[in-house]
């Protein structure tokens, strides 16, 4: 069974571009969290999606950022117009239910860097 | 809202050391506390997990006692291995966004042989 697969693993782009990041979730999961990882600092939640529908963004900036987990394909973070600032790891994870006793299985991550 | 500390690294030990490393949280309701280890340039993995009060996980040697009267979830291992050099996440859940982690900062450790 595969894990959380996460593309590209390392990813450069310019400032003013696009760069979209991709999240398969292990077979079987319908929830699908993505979390940011600044440098020398911990993990910070973004967004928690279940398919085809935004249930929790309150940790997504306002602007410049999307999520989507359509109903075929994987869930994609879009951030438009990036900024050095957005140079970050980015996880995303995925559980097979709801709830706090849910175990989250994460991917090995997106290393964005905007130069 | 809810809140996780750790204790600050990097900690540094010899092969063999007795280790610990500090965990407090804060939060609403009855969380689930679990400890993450990520190893250089990867993702995540779940060493263990408690989801109630005085539950005790452990794995790989590693144990963590989920304690509700001090609000702690300290993670320790007798006799650390060079393997075990890593960087260390406690989390918890409290079920209010599925199963939404809030992390500590997370603590360095480096085994040395």
């Known amino acids: 069974n595969a894990g959380v697969m996460q593309n590209p693993r390392h990813l450069v782009r310019r400032r003013g571009q696009e760069a979209r990041l991709r999240c398969s979730p292990m077979k079987g999961h319908s929830h699908v969290y993505w979390y940011r990882q600044l440098p020398e600092e911990g993990l910070k939640f973004m967004v928690y999606l279940q398919k085809e529908n935004i249930i929790d963004e309150s940790g997504m900036p306002k602007e410049r950022f999307s999520a989507e987990f359509p109903k075929e394909g994987p869930s994609i973070l879009r951030i438009q117009q990036v900024v050095r600032g957005d140079s970050a790891a980015y996880f995303c994870a995925s559980s097979p239910d709801q709830g706090a006793q849910e175990t989250q299985y994460f991917g090995p991550g997106t290393r964005l860097l905007v130069l | 809202g809810d809140s996780v500390t750790q204790m600050e690294g990097p900690v540094t030990l010899s092969e063999e050391a007795f280790l610990t490393i500090n965990c407090t949280y804060t939060?609403?309701?009855?969380?689930?506390l679990f400890w993450y280890v990520q190893y250089p340039g990867e993702g995540l993995q779940l060493l263990l997990k408690?989801?109630?009060?005085?539950d005790k996980g452990s794995n790989k040697g590693f144990e963590a006692t989920y304690r509700k009267e001090t609000t702690s979830f300290h993670l320790e291992k007798g006799s650390v291995q060079v393997s075990d050099s890593a960087v260390y996440f406690c989390a918890l859940s409290d079920g209010t966004s599925g199963s939404r982690l809030t992390f500590g900062e997370g603590t360095q450790l480096t085994v040395n042989p």
């Open positions: 408690a989801t109630k009060a005085d």
């Open positions: 939060a609403t309701g009855y969380p689930s």
